[in-house]
Structures are given as C-alpha cells and as structure tokens.
C-alpha cells in the first residue's frame, strides 16, 4: 500500500532542545515538501526537494534544517533557534506526472 | 508573488443541499495548476479536485466540481448533495508550474454540514 508515514504522530520536548520530525514515501516521488500549519491558518511552506542531495528554503525556513539522503526520506529538524516550535508539521510528496501532493497524517510538536 | 486568497472563514450547509467554496489568487503567470483540498477533523490533508490552468472545461469528481474563472481568476468548489463526512476544513492551492513547483495555499473554509 503505498503511501507517506510520518512519525511520530505527537511529539513533546523542552525548550532548547533540538528534534527531528521522520517523514518515509514510498510512492517513488522525486519531489518532497514540509509545511507547517498553526490554529486556524493555512500551510507555510518550510523546506522542499526536488529531487535527492537537493533542498531549497520555503518562506519559514528559519530554525529548522532537512537532508535528502534518499528518495524515500526527507526528515526535518525542528532546532533550538526556531522561536515558535509548537505546531502541526505536515509532509507531502508530489506526483511528477499529475503535479498533485500527497499528505502525511501529520506531527502534533509540543515544546515547553 | 503568488497569493491565494478564500474569504469565507466559515460556512454552514444543510445536508443533501448544495454550497460554494470561494477562491481567488493572484498571479502573473499562464500555466499553472489549481487544487482543493479537504482536512477533516483527523487532520489528514486528502486532495478533492484538481484543474490545470490550461484547459477551460472545469473539473469535475462526483459530486464535486469546480467553477474554473481564468481571467478573474477565481476558482470555487461547489459540492452537491452535501453530506456529513463533507464536514471539513478546504483548502485551495496554486502550483506554479515554474520555480521548482511551489504550493501556495489559501487560510481556508471551515464547512459544517448540518443534519
């Protein structure tokens, strides 16, 4: 069955600590994105990549960092220098062809 | 810079009724794609529709179809025959075909479908 799994579904840590949120496809897509979405808002793009050993910045990319290793892993590191940490990350892969994204269930991140 | 822009926080539907979902965004561009997607309460982001800019003839998916404006571009969702798992946060986006392919999405529309 294929598919985007991001793990884990929530996530708590302490201020100053940096963490990393896992996202795995394996529906064979070259391009990956990861959003961050707040209360009542819409999605801010935070990193993308079009393809492996490649990523370039979105509009909120300060204090977090990614890797493209692999085709079918795009993880996202949440630092310590990111002010506002806690919110809903979402991670999406994007069909080549039909240009249509595909979503993970999402990451609830606490920081306190 | 791309914007996209839905101007109904909120709407309210009664059930086996139909409702409009308002869209618009502002771009200079030709080609590019338009999306609807739905974010029930489990918080999974599952795509509804999608309409490539250059084709006039507007999408459709069961009972979900779009309204497909070029030149005001504006895109709204109708959905006919409401039902309850319609309730749902909607989100439209805009794919630029060019620059590495970026979303960019509107705040969206919570819709609640009433029995």
């Known amino acids: 069955d294929g598919g985007i799994t991001q793990s884990p579904k929530y996530l708590f840590r302490k201020e100053g600590q940096n963490v990393t949120l896992s996202c795995e496809q394996n529906?064979?897509?070259?391009?990956m994105y990861w959003y961050r979405q707040d209360p009542g808002q819409g999605l801010r793009l935070i990193y993308y990549?079009?393809?492996?050993?490649?990523?370039q910045k979105g509009d909120i990319a300060e204090g977090y960092s990614v890797s493209r290793e692999k085709k079918e892993s795009f993880p996202l590191t949440v630092t310590s220098a990111q002010k506002n940490p806690t919110a809903f990350y979402l991670c999406?892969?994007?069909?080549?062809?039909?240009?249509?994204?595909?979503f993970g269930p999402g990451t609830r991140l606490t920081v306190t | 810079a791309q914007t996209v822009t839905q101007s109904q926080p909120e709407m309210s539907v009664q059930e086996a009724e139909t409702v409009t979902l308002s869209c618009t965004y502002d771009?200079?561009?030709?080609?590019?794609?338009l999306f609807w997607y739905k974010q029930p309460p489990s918080r999974q982001m599952i795509l509804v529709i999608r309409?490539?800019?250059?084709?006039?003839q507007n999408a459709t998916e069961n009972r979900f179809s779009v309204n497909f404006q070029k030149a005001a571009k504006s895109f709204s969702l109708k959905i006919s025959d409401s039902q309850l798992g319609d309730t749902a946060m909607y989100f439209c986006?805009?794919?630029?075909?060019?620059?590495?392919?970026?979303?960019?999405f509107g705040s969206g529309t919570k819709l609640n479908v009433k029995p």
């Open positions: 999406a892969s994007r069909d080549s062809d039909k240009y249509e994204q595909y």
């Open positions: 529906l064979n897509h070259d391009a």
């Open positions: 990549s079009q393809i492996v050993n490649d990523f």
């Open positions: 771009t200079s561009e030709s080609n590019y794609y």
């Open positions: 309409q490539e800019a250059y084709k006039q």
């Open positions: 986006a805009f794919m630029r075909l060019y620059n590495f392919n970026k979303f960019y």
